[in-house]
T-cell receptor
Framework: DGGITQSPKYLFRKEGQNVTLSCEQNLNHDAMYWYRQDPGQGLRLIYYSQIVNDFQKGDIAEGYSVSREKKESFPLTVTSAQKNPTAFYLC???????????????FGAGTRLSVL | AQSVAQPEDQVNVAEGNPLTVKCTYSVSGNPYLFWYVQYPNRGLQFLLKYITGDNLVKGSYGFEAEFNKSQTSFHLKKPSALVSDSALYFCAVRDSLSFYNNDMRFGAGTRLTVKP
């Protein structure tokens, strides 16, 4: 899982509660991503950020929010508006040099979120 | 928009036999293709990628993949499977026309089980 640290490993959310998932990288990568993984659906992009203080919505951004105040950190908040948050969440990063589309994404170990 | 399909949810092989995990793609420009592996409760690990050049790409742990433009496929192969290869495998694609868009599309995944 390289230099990407996700915490906590397991997280439980109560009804109406916002929870924040942490993602830190020491790879000096410019781009960071959040994916949601559900069984049989592969990975779906929630948000991504190419540079500090800038981020873009992915395919399933509703009910989630992010911030990118530091290059190495990209926390994801699962808000109470996300009605089905139970999933495995993966953070990734990549360099932005050269042709972006060719670059490998490196993944953290993931956070499993469940609803109480 | 790019897309990728993994037609098999599950692949079972005996240890020592060759294995193939299938992937087909659709892009508007040229494809940049990736294979990742995921072990239980872990993030994705990069195996190999095709950008251009030789259609046979060699990667980590003895895996290789063959790019076939006419069939729009990028099947993952290994000559002799190991029990430790048992995991979830993801194919991913980016479009060469997505230079300004970090839009990597993942397949739904194929669970490989290698039996002793």
């Amino acid at each position: 899982d390289g230099g990407i640290t996700q915490s906590p490993k397991y997280l439980f959310r109560k009804e109406g509660q916002n929870v924040t998932l942490s993602c830190e990288q020491n790879l000096n990568h410019d781009a960071m991503y959040w994916y949601r993984q559900d069984p049989g659906q592969g990975l779906r992009l929630i948000y991504y950020s190419q540079i500090v203080n800038d981020f873009q919505k992915g395919d399933i951004a509703e009910g989630y929010s992010v911030s990118r105040e530091k290059k190495e950190s990209f926390p994801l908040t699962v808000t109470s508006a996300q009605k089905n948050p139970t999933a495995f969440y993966l953070c990734a990063s990549s360099i932005e040099a050269g042709v972006i589309a060719k670059n490998i994404q490196y993944f953290g170990a993931g956070t499993r979120l469940s609803v109480l | 928009a790019q897309s990728v399909a993994q037609p098999e949810d599950q692949v079972n092989v005996a240890e020592g036999n060759p294995l193939t995990v299938k992937c087909t793609y659709s892009v508007s420009g040229n494809p940049y293709l990736f294979w990742y592996v995921q072990y239980p409760n872990r993030g994705l690990q990069f195996l190999l990628k095709y950008i251009t050049g030789d259609n046979l790409v060699k990667g980590s742990y003895g895996f290789e993949a063959e790019f076939n433009k006419s069939q729009t496929s990028f099947h993952l192969k290994k000559p002799s499977a190991l029990v430790s290869d048992s995991a979830l495998y993801f194919c991913a694609v980016r479009d060469s026309l997505s230079f300004y868009n970090n839009d990597m599309r993942f397949g739904a995944g194929t669970r490989l089980t290698v039996k002793p």
